[in-house]
């Protein structure tokens, strides 16, 4: 049974900065997803075995994820806005064939994933 630990909830104003973490329980393929209340869940940020990155066009050059070592994966949140409010998740799968679920950089941040954290709010005022 694998286990993906997240931080907190996390209230911040309006162009703040906000750092999630993951323990992604060893596994190298790790995607941040969010819901909005009334919307889909829709892939933010997700990072590769290799470290290959692909994000979401409304979160690129405001977010970056990184793995500072096999145990920790970040998500770092600049510029928030209010659309940003939304439950994030943290999720991890395999590497195959040196691809995450032997798949493209470009389906990184398409469902579905093995494993996935509790969530963690995040609120922008």
């Known amino acids: 049974h694998v286990q993906l630990v997240e931080s907190g909830r996390e209230t911040v104003q309006a162009g703040g900065s906000l750092r999630l973490s993951c323990a992604p329980s060893g596994y190298k393929c790790v995607g941040w997803f969010r819901q909005a209340p009334g919307k889909g869940r829709e892939g933010v940020a997700g990072i590769n075995s290799d470290g290959t990155t692909k994000y979401a066009d409304s979160v690129k050059d405001r977010f970056t994820i990184s793995r500072a070592n096999a145990k920790i994966t970040y998500l770092q949140m600049n510029n928030l806005k209010l659309e940003d409010t939304a439950m994030y998740y943290c999720?991890?799968?395999?590497?195959?064939?040196?691809?995450?679920?032997?798949?493209?950089?470009?389906?990184?941040?398409?469902?579905?994933?093995?494993?996935w954290g509790q969530g963690t709010q995040v609120t922008v005022s």
């Open positions: 999720a991890a799968d395999h590497v195959v064939g040196g691809r995450c679920r032997g798949q493209g950089i470009t389906e990184i941040l398409t469902e579905p994933y093995n494993y």
